[in-house]
């Protein structure tokens, strides 16, 4: 029961974007096009996997329950239900208008841990049901959520600000620069707040896919400023992953997983996206 219990944690950690490591498996979501030019009918699909090369089908398929898709107007609706395979997840949207649209996976888990007649027990529940995993009884109850986000962008003929207002709750990218208007050497800027807070002094990275061809990650790494603004000059022509964390970093000897000695409620944010930037 334990070694299950910590195969899924492990699972989750890496989905909450919290191992960073070069062999870490990230999760991520490529469209197939970023930016479309077409009179006819327009779509797109969305695949989804989690994986140790960026854009490498692999592990394991990205679950894509509850995607959603915001459209040019600003208006966020389901999107159908992925087909599901061994390696990745595929869904395919309609795009009916001109305009930028955000594709987002969103979800928040908790992670927890009581002791109940001497014993150490953990679980794993949703925000709303948590509360019902404790017993009546139960002592030293710590409980970690983890909100977790991930964005990719698509244009159909012509960039649009609609989709891209901000939530003003968890931990957000704020895109100043249209995402699928990036084109290598020119001036991006990003903005990241929590709860609708500018993030000073916030790093994040954008790694290339493409690893494996390289054998090194070229993890770029940047940081805001005293805004929660990030202006910089994009790197080479690739898809790339952005990811971030709040908190950004921890104590080298804080504790690790549930039941650990730690605070009795802690809260954990992750940002993900996938955006290609362009040739010049």
Same mark, same amino acid.
Do not use: H
């Given at each position: &029961?334990?070694?299950?219990?910590m195969k899924q944690f492990v699972i989750a950690?890496?989905?909450?974007?919290?191992?960073?490591?070069?062999?870490?498996h990230r999760p991520w979501m490529l469209p197939t096009s970023t930016f479309i030019e077409t009179d006819r009918e327009a779509w797109v699909t969305i695949d989804g996997a989690v994986s140790e090369g960026l854009f490498n089908v692999d592990h394991m398929p990205l679950r894509m329950d509850g995607l959603t898709v915001t459209d040019p107007d600003g208006q966020t609706a389901p999107a159908p239900a992925a087909t599901v395979g #061994?390696?990745?997840?595929?869904?395919?949207? #309609?795009? @009916? #208008?001109?305009? *930028?649209?955000?594709? *987002?996976?969103?979800?928040t888990n908790v992670m927890g841990s009581y002791t109940l007649n001497g014993e150490m027990k953990r679980f794993r529940a949703t925000e709303q049901t948590a509360d019902k995993e404790v017993p009546a009884g139960a002592t030293d109850v710590k409980r970690t959520t983890m909100v977790q986000r991930q964005d990719t962008f698509v244009t159909l003929n012509k960039p649009s600000k609609g989709a891209l207002k901000p939530l003003g709750t968890g931990l957000e990218m704020v895109a100043v620069t249209n995402p699928t208007e990036l084109r290598a050497g020119e001036k991006a800027t990003f903005r990241f707040q929590l709860d609708g807070k500018p993030l000073p002094n916030f790093p994040f990275s954008l790694i290339p896919g493409g690893v494996k061809y390289r054998g090194t990650i070229n993890e770029v790494r940047l940081t805001t400023d005293a805004r929660g603004e990030a202006s910089f000059t994009l790197?080479? @022509?690739? &898809?790339?992953?952005?990811?971030?964390?709040?908190?950004? *970093?921890? @104590?080298?000897?804080? @504790?690790?997983?549930?039941?650990?000695?730690?605070?009795a409620d802690a809260r954990r944010?992750?940002?993900?996206? *996938?955006l290609e930037v362009l040739p010049e």
């Open positions: &029961m334990q070694a299950r219990f950690a890496a989905l909450a974007g919290i191992a960073c490591a070069a062999q870490a #061994k390696f990745r997840s595929s869904v395919d949207l #309609k795009l @009916p #208008k001109d305009g *930028t649209y955000r594709v *987002t996976l969103a979800a790197p080479a @022509p690739n &898809m790339y992953w952005l990811s971030a964390r709040y908190p950004a *970093t921890e @104590p080298a000897n804080a @504790p690790r997983g549930p039941g650990a000695d730690g605070p944010y992750s940002y993900s996206a *996938t």
